[in-house]
């Protein structure tokens, strides 16, 4: 448990600092999910305040969710460059403080980024008269995030060796994280829309989004070691 | 001598599926509401029950497999059935539209099912996809299991679609709490059609690993050949 803790420690202030070593790797997905929010934007304003609050939740999941998988699948190139996944053969981690301090560095990357989507979202709805901010839209977020950060890494990490990464990324990720989406639009939706509390929600949308959250995590954390391991 | 099973092995299979289909279009009632049209139920519901349950289930217990003991076998074993449930998966959907023209009056609708079963299709062609991007190991075994498992994990959610969704799709009316809303003849037809399909997926899926084996076997001969 010592060894444990004392790898996840180090591997996790590793990483932390090869991210912030490497800013335009933090900064891309923030400016994709910018450009992406803007687009949307523009498409659909002026808009009918019908289906105003629909669209805000619709266009701010999206572009987290596309800025999110140009992070994950780009998790594992710094340890590929220091041909880390040759030395680690070596001295080999343990799997599960490996994913854990990958996963702790990917949620809080994108902690940062469902922050300034979600601001910056928040910040070009400010002509409309509906208060659209909501700590409550934000933790479903966040939720989502748990869940859709733990299949990015173990796809992430599935694709190291596949020939076509770019293509069958995408390809793995937007179907298999889309009952997470799903359940985090339609949370939202119930919040804002008929404002339903968190509480009310978690016999319905918010319970199937832990539970796919539960899902996700475990299957990940054991799988993960399977994917590292040596031929 | 071994081609001439496989060849009887398929014929017996499309026997099977026929006698079926007889029988369903020629012993049950048409449906008061839908008409006649409603017996292409029984191509739909056994394809997507084979897609959904037999090819799943497969998948799910290969895949476990390939993790526990790796081999290429075992890896063969899994990727025959994403073959067949990839079949299966696309009958479903080609069926599913037909019956939505004549029932709803569209080809197709952004329902939860139908987008669901559409998203299997996809991850298992996506799961061939990866397992020929991959050089053959056991690295490839590992990863293409992880993924089959992944898969199994979306099987549950398209077959709840519909009641946790506000959906077209009508609910489920064959296990049903409260008893079913089936007429008995159209409920036995479909067992019996279920049932055959079953059986006709899994002659496919011997005949598909017996063929990738045979592949496999020509490849490694080939290189001990040349080397």
Not at chain 1, 106 to 124: A, C, E, N, R
Not at chain 2, 153 to 166: A, G, Q
């Given at each position: 448990?010592?060894?444990?803790?004392?790898?996840?420690?180090?591997?996790?202030?590793h990483?932390i600092?090869?991210?912030?070593?490497?800013?335009e790797?933090?900064?891309?997905?923030?400016?994709?999910?910018?450009?992406?929010?803007?687009?949307?934007?523009?498409?659909?304003?002026?808009?009918?305040?019908?289906?105003?609050?629909?669209?805000?939740?619709?266009?701010?999941?999206?572009?987290?969710?596309?800025?999110?998988?140009?992070?994950f699948?780009?998790?594992?190139?710094?340890?590929?460059?220091?041909?880390?996944?040759?030395?680690?053969?070596?001295?080999?981690?343990?799997?599960?403080?490996w994913?854990?301090?990958?996963?702790?560095?990917?949620?809080?990357?994108?902690?940062?980024?469902?922050?300034?989507?979600?601001?910056l979202?928040?910040?070009?709805?400010?002509?409309?008269?509906?208060?659209?901010?909501?700590?409550?839209?934000?933790?479903?977020?966040?939720?989502?995030?748990?869940?859709?950060?733990?299949?990015?890494?173990?796809?992430?990490?599935?694709?190291?060796?596949?020939?076509?990464?770019?293509?069958?990324?995408?390809?793995?990720y937007?179907?298999?994280?889309?009952?997470?989406?799903?359940?985090?639009?339609?949370?939202?939706?119930?919040?804002?829309?008929?404002?339903?509390?968190?509480?009310?929600?978690?016999?319905?949308?918010l319970?199937?989004?832990l539970?796919?959250?539960?899902?996700?995590?475990?299957l990940?954390?054991?799988?993960?070691?399977?994917?590292?391991?040596?031929? | 001598?071994?081609?001439?099973?496989?060849?009887?092995?398929?014929?017996i299979?499309?026997?099977?599926?026929f006698?079926?289909?007889?029988?369903?279009?020629?012993?049950?009632?048409?449906?008061?509401?839908?008409?006649?049209?409603?017996?292409?139920?029984?191509?739909?519901?056994?394809?997507?029950?084979?897609a959904?349950?037999?090819?799943s289930?497969?998948?799910?217990?290969?895949?476990?497999?390939?993790?526990?003991?790796?081999?290429?076998?075992?890896?063969?074993?899994?990727?025959?059935?994403?073959?067949?449930?990839?079949?299966?998966?696309?009958?479903?959907?080609?069926?599913?539209?037909?019956?939505?023209?004549?029932?709803?009056?569209?080809?197709?609708?952004?329902d939860?099912?139908?987008?669901?079963t559409?998203?299997?299709?996809?991850?298992?062609?996506?799961?061939?996809?990866?397992?020929?991007?991959?050089?053959?190991?056991?690295?490839?075994i590992?990863?293409?299991?992880?993924?089959?498992?992944?898969?199994?994990?979306?099987?549950?959610?398209?077959?709840?679609?519909?009641?946790?969704?506000?959906?077209?799709?009508?609910?489920?009316?064959i296990?049903?709490?409260?008893?079913?809303?089936?007429?008995?003849?159209?409920?036995?037809?479909?067992?019996?059609?279920?049932?055959?399909?079953?059986?006709?997926?899994?002659?496919?899926?011997?005949?598909?690993?017996?063929?990738?084996?045979?592949?496999?076997?020509m490849t490694?001969?080939?290189?001990?050949?040349?080397?």
């Amino acid at each position: 448990m010592t060894t444990f803790l004392r790898q996840l420690t180090s591997l996790t202030t590793h990483f932390i600092r090869v991210e912030l070593a490497n800013l335009e790797r933090l900064l891309s997905p923030i400016l994709f999910s910018t450009t992406i929010l803007i687009l949307f934007f523009f498409a659909f304003s002026p808009m009918d305040q019908e289906v105003f609050v629909k669209v805000y939740i619709a266009q701010t999941f999206l572009s987290m969710f596309f800025a999110l998988q140009i992070g994950f699948a780009r998790i594992f190139e710094p340890d590929d460059q220091d041909d880390a996944f040759t030395l680690l053969r070596t001295y080999k981690p343990i799997p599960e403080a490996w994913f854990l301090s990958k996963y702790i560095v990917i949620t809080l990357f994108g902690v940062l980024v469902i922050s300034s989507t979600m601001g910056l979202s928040i910040f070009f709805n400010q002509s409309i008269n509906i208060s659209v901010a909501s700590w409550s839209v934000f933790l479903v977020a966040i939720l989502a995030l748990l869940g859709i950060a733990a299949l990015g890494l173990l796809l992430s990490a599935m694709m190291l060796k596949a020939d076509a990464k770019q293509i069958l990324y995408p390809l793995l990720y937007f179907p298999l994280t889309t009952p997470v989406l799903l359940a985090a639009v339609q949370c939202s939706q119930e919040i804002l829309i008929n404002n339903m509390s968190l509480s009310e929600l978690l016999s319905s949308w918010l319970g199937l989004l832990l539970v796919f959250d539960a899902i996700y995590i475990i299957l990940s954390t054991l799988l993960f070691g399977e994917l590292v391991k040596s031929e | 001598m071994r081609e001439s099973k496989d060849i009887l092995a398929g014929l017996i299979g499309l026997v099977l599926v026929f006698i079926g289909w007889w029988y369903a279009f020629s012993f049950t009632p048409v449906d008061a509401q839908q008409g006649a049209v409603y017996r292409i139920i029984y191509i739909h519901v056994p394809a997507a029950a084979s897609a959904l349950g037999l090819c799943s289930l497969g998948l799910l217990v290969t895949s476990i497999w390939g993790l526990l003991k790796p081999s290429e076998k075992i890896l063969q074993a899994s990727r025959s059935w994403v073959e067949v449930g990839l079949i299966f998966t696309t009958i479903t959907l080609l069926t599913g539209s037909i019956w939505g023209k004549s029932t709803w009056g569209t080809w197709w609708t952004w329902d939860a099912r139908l987008t669901t079963t559409f998203l299997l299709a996809i991850l298992l062609l996506a799961y061939l996809l990866l397992y020929n991007s991959l050089r053959q190991g056991k690295q490839r075994i590992r990863i293409c299991s992880v993924l089959g498992i992944l898969i199994c994990v979306d099987v549950p959610i398209i077959y709840k679609s519909v009641s946790w969704w506000r959906t077209l799709h009508q609910p489920s009316s064959i296990i049903e709490q409260g008893g079913r809303t089936m007429d008995p003849a159209m409920y036995n037809a479909l067992l019996l059609n279920i049932f055959l399909i079953a059986i006709f997926s899994t002659l496919l899926w011997m005949i598909r690993f017996k063929n990738l084996r045979l592949h496999d076997q020509m490849t490694q001969d080939s290189f001990e050949g040349v080397s």
